[in-house]
């Protein structure tokens, strides 16, 4: 992975993440604004990954971006927001995790 490849999934990270609390404030308050700006987010994070499967391919960018929103979202969902996930949940966020990594290192791990 190249710095400007990791520069461009933390980017594209950032970006889905603010995305993420604009979406939850707007499920909280709907306004018209807020459902604006969530689609031009979400809008300009899909525009940066398409250049990331251009670089390191489909199966590689998407399951890296998966991952990381995957703990990223969580995190701000339980810290900021106040969720809670039940034992079941947790589990398959964990999960989720294990199975994401296995298919991104998977390749490397083979050899």
Request: proline fraction near 2%.
């Amino acid at each position: 992975m190249t710095l400007s490849g990791m520069l461009q999934l933390g980017v594209s990270t950032v970006v889905f993440l603010v995305a993420a609390t604009v979406a939850k404030s707007w499920a909280l308050q709907p306004g018209i604004g807020k459902l604006l700006v969530t689609l031009a987010l979400y809008s300009a994070g899909n525009l940066i990954m398409l250049r990331l499967v251009r670089e390191f391919g489909m199966a590689s960018a998407f399951s890296l971006s998966a991952v990381i929103q995957l703990v990223a979202v969580n995190a701000i969902a339980l810290a900021y927001f106040g969720e809670r996930l039940s034992m079941i949940q947790s589990s398959g966020i964990v999960l989720a995790i294990v199975a994401v990594c296995l298919i991104t290192l998977g390749p490397a791990l083979g050899k």
